[in-house]
Each structure stands twice: as structure tokens, then as C-alpha cells.
């Protein structure tokens, strides 16, 4: 166990609140990340609103950059040390993540939405008690997460901690619609509508 500060909602649409907590040691392909900066997405401020009370009190967060602190014991391609920004969780087995779209992954409800893990536990404990997590496989409003290695991404130790983090959500949605969804042919004109991260993302 592990102590770190979280912002914690207590109950939907309660506010942030910033509270110790407790973090497990990372299981053998999870990995252990100090944050160093997290983007708040408008999703975390929706769901926060309409989260359901059965997964309260909870950590939102899913634009998370940071150090990597530990691994486990079956993670390969990540050491302490490295840096990294999060992203949303996939199984890596079901058929759309063998065919290279994790974004579709058959068990993305579970894993990034469930509260936890996905198979019923959660890696934070707040007074004792399980405290939900695993929002996008990271729960990134926290100095620390436990975050599967299939949502680590290690990027340049230069690249600002504030630029590495919204790639893990806004950075990737924009850009990744239009590059890899739409590629407009050369002459041709894009529309976007809203000019938040995503917008900017997709402008850029
Ligand atoms: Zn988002
Ligand atoms: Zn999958």
C-alpha cells in the first residue's frame, strides 16, 4: 500500500475533494505512475454529475502524464523511470483489439467504466474501505495510479507534462478522427464544429 492525495467525489455531483487515499503495489502487468499533470476532459465534469451512486465515492480523471515509479513483475517495455502519458484501457484478446482498434476493445464498458478493474476491484482504498477508480483504465486525478501497461505510453522525457497529457484523450480523439477516420484528401475542406481540445486537436 501506497499513500497519495486523490480528488475524490463522494457521491454524483458532489465536488472534487482532495483526500488521502491508498493505492496498492501494481499486480504483475500493472504499472505504478506518479503524476506529474492531468487534463480535465468535459467528460470528467459530465460524468461526474450523472455517475452512478452504487460506484461512489470516486476518482475521475483520464488525461494522466507522469513518471513511471514501479512495475510489475510480467511488464515488459516499461521501467522505472521512463515517461509516460495514460490512456484509455482495452482488453488486448477480443477481436477488435487483435485487429488494431482498441478504441472498439469488447470489454471497453468494463475496463474503463466499471469502477475498477473490471473484474470487481479497485486499486485504491479511501479510510479503509474500496474506493472506485480505473476511469479510463487510470483515474488520473490523483498524485499516483495504478494503470494496466496496455494504457502506458511512454513518450520523449522533454516533452512538458502538460502537452503529454491530453494526448491520452482530447490529443488522440481529434487527431485520430481526422487522420486516421476521415483523411481528407488534399483540396478538400474539414469542418469543426467546437474548438475545445478535441476541435483544436482535430485543427491541428
Ligand atoms: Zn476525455
Ligand atoms: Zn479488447
Known amino acids: 500500500m501506497r499513500r497519495a492525495r486523490a480528488a475524490v467525489v463522494r457521491e454524483p455531483g458532489a465536488p472534487f475533494t482532495v483526500l488521502e487515499v491508498e493505492l496498492e503495489d501494481p499486480r504483475p502487468r500493472e504499472v505504478l505512475v506518479r503524476m506529474t499533470a492531468a487534463g480535465v476532459c468535459h467528460t470528467d465534469l459530465g460524468i461526474q454529475a450523472g455517475w452512478p451512486r452504487r460506484l461512489t465515492p470516486m476518482v475521475f480523471g483520464h488525461e494522466g ?46 475496463l474503463n467504466l466499471s469502477g475498477g478493474r473490471g473484474d470487481g476491484s ?19 486525478f490523483a498524485t499516483y495510479a495504478v494503470v494496466h501497461q496496455r494504457g502506458v505510453v511512454r513518450v520523449p522525457a522533454d516533452l512538458a507534462p502538460t502537452l503529454a497529457a491530453p494526448l491520452g484523450c482530447g490529443g488522440q480523439t481529434g487527431a485520430g478522427t481526422v487522420l486516421n477516420r476521415l483523411r481528407p484528401e488534399p483540396g478538400t475542406s474539414l469542418v469543426v464544429l467546437g474548438a475545445g481540445g478535441v476541435g483544436l486537436s482535430a485543427l491541428m
Open 65 to 110: 502524464a507522469g513518471r513511471v515509479e514501479a512495475v510489475g513483475a510480467e511488464v515488459t517495455g516499461l521501467v522505472p523511470g521512463d515517461t509516460v502519458c495514460l490512456t484509455f484501457a482495452s482488453c488486448g484478446g477480443c477481436g477488435q483489439c487483435t485487429a488494431g482498434h482498441p478504441a472498439y476493445c469488447d470489454a471497453a464498458r468494463d
Open 122 to 140: 479497485t486499486p485504491l482504498r479511501l479510510d479503509g474501505a474500496p474506493l472506485h477508480g480505473g476511469f479510463f483504465g487510470q483515474s488520473s
